[in-house]
C-alpha cells in the first residue's frame, strides 16, 4: 500500500495501557505520548478515565475504555452498569467483551443481549465489540461479526491481547467481509510494528489497537 503520512497513520491508532499494574505516571505519560504523535485515542482501564480526560483537556485525543475486560463473562446488567459509568468518567468510545461461552453455545439470542446490553447503555457513543479470535473457529468469528452489527456495534475487534494470540491478517480480511465498509474492524494483539499495522490497514482495518504505538510511527518517520 501507498506510505501514509505520521498524521494519517496515527488516526487509525488507539493508543493503550490496559495493564492492571500501570499507575498515575504511566497514564499521563501515554497521554502526553498521544498528544504528541496526534493518535486517535487513549485506551485505559476505566479507573484512569478522570484523569486521561484531564490530561487530555484541549486536545483532539479521546478517552476510550474497556467493558468486561479481558474475560467478558458478567452478566448484561452488569455490563449495562459499567458502561453507564465509564461514560459517566468520560469515556468517548466503548471496547467490550463479548461473552464467548453463549458464543460457543450458540446461544445467539443471549448473545444479542450481552452486546445490545452495551449499546443501549452507551447513548451513542461508538462500541466496539471484542469478539477474541484466537478463541474461535471461523464460522464463530463470522456469527460474532454479524450479531456485533445486529446488535447495532461500531466496530467489532480482533482481540484483549490477554490470550494466546491477537490480530492477524487472514482475521481482518474475514472479518471485514462479513460487516462490510459501514461497520469498523479493530485490529489488536500483537500489533506492535509498522509492517503489522499497514498489512493490517490493507486487510481492512480502520482502527489499530497497540501499546507499541510510538514505535510504530518512529518506524514510519526513519527513526
Known sequence: MDTL????????IDHTLLDPNANETQIKNLCDEAK????KTVCIESKWLTLAQSQLR??????ITVI?????????????QETIEAIKNGAKEIDMVLNR?????????????????????????????IIETSELSDEEKVIACAISSAAGAAFVKTS?????????????????????????????GGVRTLDAALKM?????????????????DKLNGL
Open 5 to 12: 503520512s505520521q498524521e494519517s497513520l496515527a488516526s487509525f
Open 36 to 39: 504528541l504523535y496526534g493518535f
Open 58 to 63: 484541549d486536545c483532539n485525543v479521546l478517552p
Open 68 to 80: 468486561d475486560f479481558p474475560g467478558g463473562q458478567s452478566c448484561p446488567e452488569k455490563k449495562h
Open 101 to 129: 461461552q453463549l458464543l460457543h453455545d450458540r446461544d445467539l439470542t443471549g448473545l444479542f443481549h450481552d452486546i445490545s446490553a452495551v449499546i443501549k447503555a452507551s447513548d451513542s457513543i461508538p462500541v466496539k465489540v
Open 160 to 188: 484483549t491481547g490477554f490470550t494466546k494470540s491477537g490480530a492477524t491478517k487472514g482475521d481482518i480480511e474475514l472479518m471485514r467481509r462479513t460487516v462490510g465498509p459501514h461497520l469498523g474492524v479493530k485490529a489488536s
Open 201 to 217: 490497514i490493507q486487510a481492512g482495518a480502520s482502527r489499530i489497537g497497540s501499546s507499541s504505538s510510538c514505535k510504530i510511527i
